[in-house]
């Protein structure tokens, strides 16, 4: 974004800051004439019908008018004669105007002197607001954002940054982050780093998740990373990364909603969160957390076992049941299961699988956050977009331009993660969330450090 300074140097409203004000003293040659006029008037000599007895000799008009013609002379007198009205006293003429006549040593004043009111007051400085950052580096993406606080409970983003850099390619058959893909990964931190060094940061997490956590040299990635970006990133553990999933989303769940799925679809791992409303509600929707779990499986590392590429109907049933057995493990899926028959009970999906799904059901000609973030889908058009994606083959799905290239060998894993999801926990409504592990960050860094805390209310 684009900052405007304001400060001492900026012209103030009404004024040009190119033209300095007219100063006091004797004024530029357009206002002597004037002067001379009212003088003119002052003297007697030249104020209406002559007294009995009096004249007026050439030698008094040269005093006057230097050597002119007297035609010249008594037009100019006609000329003037009209412009004021005067009355005659004992002593002189005197103006009947309240004002005082403007002298050569009493200039007038220029039009921003003589109207005031025009020049707007300029306003008061504001106060400068604390500035906080998040970067998430996950399996797929190298994503970071930098805001500034709003009302309470909301940020105002001044920068932000991702790049896909797939930081785990070939990490389930390696156990290892590759070369390239850590040389990827690093570029992009680079220009990160660069973002943050550029800004007052008052407060930052930066955040590594599946693919260091889960990679063998993972650790000493990290230390390159410090090293050449200047960025010290922590490894978050599986729970947090949940926890920061729900706290990115608390805007898109109303205050009727009694149960909530959200789901956040990574590259290397999926966090499943079954928030339970039915209590009194905190202002934190991560307080309401009953139970949560972790698959280390997500888009990449699906789509490397499964294949991303060409995806037949068989292949996508088998990573729907490879998914939806890793589910039937997780003891804690049935906490909510006093609200699943409920009409506020809705699934929360927070990844590129939705948001790809939901531009593609908007059919959109271009990728459009401000549509698809908050979209509600109903149970048909997720049926409709994911039969849609299975029946296009990997050309199609990278002419897409809410898919491209980059997602077109992943999507279909995102979906039958997606489906077994929706297996377990069925549902009328989905909401789609473009946002995630970030703004779950800003808005703990900004809670934590009393942005909100005065009056419930910021400008």
């Known amino acids: 974004m684009e900052d405007h300074d304001t400060g001492a140097g900026a012209s103030a409203v009404g004024m040009s800051?190119?033209?300095?004000?007219?100063?006091?003293?004797?004024?530029?040659?357009?206002?002597?004439?004037?002067?001379?006029?009212?003088?003119?008037?002052?003297?007697?000599?030249?104020?209406g019908p002559k007294h009995p007895g009096q004249r007026q000799t050439g030698a008094s008009q040269a005093d006057q008018h230097g050597d002119q013609p007297?035609?010249?002379?008594?037009?100019?007198?006609?000329?003037?004669r009209g412009r004021k009205v005067f009355a005659r006293d004992e002593n002189g003429v005197v103006p009947q105007l309240a004002p005082a006549a403007t002298t050569a040593s009493q200039p007038q004043s220029t039009p921003s002197q003589v109207e005031?009111?025009?020049?707007?007051?300029?306003?008061?400085?504001?106060?400068?607001?604390?500035?906080?950052?998040?970067l998430d580096l996950g399996t797929n993406n190298c994503r970071l954002l930098v805001a500034v606080?709003?009302?309470?409970?909301?940020?105002?983003?001044?920068?932000?940054?991702?790049?896909?850099?797939?930081?785990?390619?070939?990490?389930?058959?390696?156990g290892r982050l590759s070369q390239a893909a850590m040389d990827r990964a690093v570029e992009a931190l680079k220009i990160c780093g660069e973002k943050l060094r550029n800004r007052k940061i008052r407060k930052a997490r930066l955040i590594a998740t599946e693919a260091c956590r889960s990679a063998a040299n993972g650790v000493e990635f990290l230390?390159?990373?410090?090293?050449?970006?200047?960025?010290?990133?922590?490894?978050?553990?599986?729970?947090?990364?949940?926890?920061?999933?729900?706290?990115?989303?608390?805007?898109?769940?109303?205050?009727?909603?009694?149960?909530?799925?959200?789901?956040d679809i990574g590259g290397g791992s999926s966090e499943i969160a079954l928030i339970d409303l039915t209590g009194r509600r905190s202002p934190r929707l991560a307080n309401h957390i009953v139970s949560w779990t972790s698959l280390p499986v997500g888009v990449v590392s699906l789509a490397e076992r499964f294949g991303g590429r060409t995806v037949?109907?068989?292949?996508?049933?088998?990573?729907?049941?490879?998914?939806?057995?890793?589910?039937?493990?997780?003891?804690?899926?049935?906490?909510?299961?006093?609200?699943?028959?409920?009409?506020?009970?809705?699934?929360?999906?927070?990844?590129?699988t939705v948001t790809t799904l939901a531009g593609v059901h908007l059919d959109l000609d271009r990728y459009d956050r401000r549509r698809v973030d908050g979209l509600w889908m109903d149970r048909d058009s997720v049926d409709r977009m994911i039969e849609r994606l299975i029946g296009w083959d990997f050309q199609q799905r990278c002419a897409n331009p809410c898919i491209g290239a980059d997602r077109a060998d992943l999507v279909l894993a995102g979906c039958a993660i997606l489906e077994a999801i929706r297996g377990v926990w069925p549902s009328e409504r989905l909401r789609v969330a473009d946002r995630g592990l970030r703004e779950g960050i800003l808005s703990e860094?900004?809670?934590?450090?009393?942005?909100?805390?005065?009056d419930g209310r910021r400008a």
């Open 312 to 352: 037949t109907r068989e292949t996508f049933a088998a990573m729907v049941e490879d998914v939806a057995a890793r589910l039937t493990a997780f003891d804690g899926r049935d906490r909510l299961a006093h609200v699943l028959a409920s009409p506020n009970f809705h699934l929360l999906g927070t990844s590129g």
């Open 149 to 174: 606080p709003g009302r309470h409970g909301q940020f105002r983003v001044i920068d932000a940054f991702s790049r896909i850099v797939r930081l785990g390619e070939g990490l389930t058959a390696s």
């Open 70 to 80: 007297k035609g010249k002379t008594r037009k100019r007198r006609k000329r003037k």
């Open 116 to 134: 005031p009111r025009l020049a707007a007051p300029q306003r008061p400085p504001q106060p400068e607001l604390p500035v906080f950052a998040a």
């Open 223 to 263: 230390d390159r990373v410090e090293r050449e970006a200047g960025l010290k990133l922590e490894i978050i553990d599986r729970q947090t990364e949940a926890r920061l999933a729900v706290s990115g989303c608390g805007s898109l769940v109303e205050r009727d909603t009694q149960g909530v799925v959200l789901f």
């Open 17 to 47: 800051g190119a033209s300095p004000t007219q100063p006091a003293g004797p004024q530029p040659a357009r206002f002597s004439r004037h002067a001379g006029a009212h003088q003119r008037h002052a003297d007697p000599r030249h104020a």
């Open 445 to 454: 860094l900004m809670a934590d450090d009393g942005v909100w805390r005065n």
